[in-house]
């Protein structure tokens, strides 16, 4: 089946210090998602890429899908505190739609030191 | 908030017991996908509705189970409660089985 493999598992780094997560699925999507997690909570959406090769920004947070449609990347800028949390991808399958539900990576742990 | 509520919130059961976790999707939307988080991992996959059919499953056993109503709100069955299946249930609702998703609270549950 499809695997979504997410990089790296935790990320330590000092505020103000840029951040990168990288998502590489094993088939291509027909889009690609992002959740933010904060401890205790549920995951937030934060953007969908659909386009191969699409770059989307967010203040201080840009998303890339690449061009094949498997692999994605979060980059954020001068991390802050409120950055805090687990960065999730979700690929949606190329066949079968969204009947297959999303693929979660395993996400990535950012921790931030003051 | 994404207006996607769900109960309960927590829930303590003990083994072989059965429980049915509620979901309420956002205003105008047909389709609910319910997820299993474990601890430390990402959401998998339990399976969708969409316009009160089930449109597709993951690698869950048949005693996950469920239903979702004309109102578009769902409902997610366990049977025979393991250990195992302690961990947070999200539903997540969208526009149709193609689109965002926005995910609940969720309900934490917890088998003894």
């Known amino acids: 089946g499809q695997q979504v493999m997410q990089i790296p598992q935790y990320q330590h780094v000092q505020e103000g210090e840029d951040f990168t997560t990288y998502c590489n699925s094993s088939?291509?999507?027909?889009?690609i998602q992002w959740y933010k997690q904060r401890p205790g909570g549920h995951p937030v959406f934060l953007i969908q890429?659909?386009?191969?090769?699409e770059v989307k920004k967010q203040k201080r947070l840009t998303f890339q899908f690449g061009e094949a449609k498997k692999n994605s990347s979060l980059h954020i800028t001068a991390t802050q505190t409120t950055d805090v949390g687990t960065y999730f991808c979700?690929?949606?399958?190329?066949?079968?739609?969204?009947?297959?539900?999303?693929?979660f990576g395993k996400g990535t742990h950012l921790i931030i030191q003051p | 908030e994404t207006g996607v509520t769900q109960s309960p919130t927590h829930l303590i059961k003990t083994r072989g017991q059965q429980v049915t976790l509620r979901c309420s999707s956002q205003?105008?939307?047909?389709?609910v996908s319910w997820y299993q988080q474990a601890l430390g991992q990402g959401p998998q996959f339990i399976f969708q509705?969409?316009?009160?059919?089930?449109?597709g499953r993951g690698n869950f056993p048949p005693r996950f189970s469920g239903l979702q109503f004309p109102n578009y709100s769902s409902e997610l069955n366990v049977n025979a409660l393991e250990l195992d299946d302690s961990a947070l249930y999200l539903c997540?609702?969208?526009?149709?089985?193609?689109?965002?998703?926005?995910f609940g609270p969720g309900t934490r549950l917890l088998v003894l």
């Open positions: 205003s105008g939307h047909n389709t």
């Open positions: 890429l659909v386009k191969s090769g």
């Open positions: 509705y969409y316009r009160e059919e089930e449109n």
């Open positions: 997540a609702s969208s526009l149709d089985d193609q689109e965002t998703q926005y």
């Open positions: 088939t291509t999507l027909s889009n």
């Open positions: 979700a690929g949606l399958p190329y066949s079968g739609g969204g009947a297959d539900g999303l693929t």
